[in-house]
């Protein structure tokens, strides 16, 4: 069998050299590690087995000898997405290469569904927003379609750990653009400003605490009620560390990642906040939807919890897999939601290392 050359872009970063390891056990594959650092991208495709290449994906000129005899672009960026060139899935859908991505930029999303014509036109799929969130909870939701005559309710939580040490600068300044998207939930048949916009919870594993959450919403969600037919969607986002939060929230507020400095002194901020023994940096998703088989009501609930850079790089790294498997055989440009074979996705989620547990119970 013809093995399917795969080229990850920041291959040797946090996320990327995860999704790397994990594809470089996939037999089917063929690595190529990626990225602007020539001697980075040698040395972790040398400890992979796999072969190099150098890309600069803000230069457009460079981009297309770097795709040559590629097949499918992992693109792991660390950010921000939000305002940058989409010249790699544009040149990944004009060569008909299959292109995925880990942006959680709500305004990246808007603009990268304006391609789905010329990917449509080559044969190319184009998936953005896969990631530990954006990306799972939304798939994790559809997941449960099947398990219902009628949906009546979905609510997300999603709670990022306190410790964030290898979160990345760009990575922080895209947070800031993720945190001006105004929260919006869906109650049919609109979405708008939820009247209640934050709640305390108690979070079980890794945390174990009360953790305050608010209202949000990312750009995959807003397909999900078309697709669906759901009464209600909400999603809620929190943090171990309260404080942690509202000094990350205030410093934005404040401008600080405006700058290179400003974004540096309150990562380092954050970071001390974060160093303590309880500290994790886990994420936990919990999955909430009711609604009726059959006459009866019941409750499906879907939780998992797992390293937070890993959670990331298993969504592009799967979903690569169902692309291999002829699984995903549509092209155009896609969210999540849209496209990605939720059950299966779900499946194969569990056979890695993550705290995965789901129930449905009557209601």
Not at 30 to 49: P, T
Not at 112 to 141: C, H, Q, R, V, Y
């Amino acid at each position: 069998m013809d093995k399917k050359k795969v080229l990850i872009v920041g291959g040797y970063g946090n996320v990327g050299s995860a999704v790397a390891q994990i594809l470089a056990k996939d037999e089917r594959i063929s690595l190529v590690i990626s990225g602007r650092n020539e001697a980075k991208a040698r040395e972790s495709a040398h400890k992979l087995q796999a072969e190099w290449r150098t890309i600069d994906i803000r230069n457009k000129k460079s981009i297309s000898p770097s795709l040559t005899n590629i097949d499918i672009v992992i693109n792991c960026f660390s950010g921000p997405f939000t305002h940058f060139p989409l010249y790699l899935p544009e040149i990944s859908a004009i060569h008909g290469i299959h292109y995925l991505d880990v942006s959680g930029s709500y305004e990246n999303a808007e603009r990268f569904i304006k391609l789905n014509e010329l990917a449509s036109k080559n044969d190319a799929t184009l998936i953005t927003a896969l990631g530990a969130n954006p990306g799972i909870p939304g798939i994790a939701l559809m997941s449960t379609k099947g398990d219902f005559d009628v949906l009546e309710t979905g609510r997300i939580v999603f709670v990022m750990g306190a410790r964030i040490e290898e979160v990345s600068v760009p990575a922080l300044k895209e947070l800031k653009y993720m945190f001006d998207v105004k929260p919006m939930v869906w109650k049919k048949p609109h979405w708008a400003i939820p009247k209640e916009q934050g709640s305390k919870e108690y979070i079980g594993k890794p945390f174990e605490k009360d953790v305050y959450l608010g209202t949000s919403l990312t750009r995959d969600l807003l397909v999900i009620p078309e697709l669906t037919d759901i009464e209600e969607l909400s999603f809620w986002a929190g943090s171990q560390s309260m404080i942690q939060g509202l000094v990350m929230i205030l410093g934005m507020k404040l401008g600080f990642t405006s700058s290179d400095i400003g974004a540096h002194l309150l990562m380092n901020i954050i970071q001390k906040i974060g160093s303590s023994k309880e500290s994790k940096s886990d994420i936990h998703l919990k999955v909430v939807v009711t609604g009726k088989k059959e006459g009866i009501k019941q409750k499906r609930t879907i939780e998992m919890y797992c390293d937070e850079n890993y959670a990331t790089a298993l969504a592009p790294a799967i979903v690569c897999q169902q692309i291999i498997e002829k699984k995903i055989m549509r092209y155009g440009s896609f969210l999540p939601p849209e496209i990605v074979p939720a059950v299966d996705f779900m499946e194969k989620l569990r056979n890695f290392a993550v705290h995965y547990s789901a129930r449905t119970e009557k209601i």
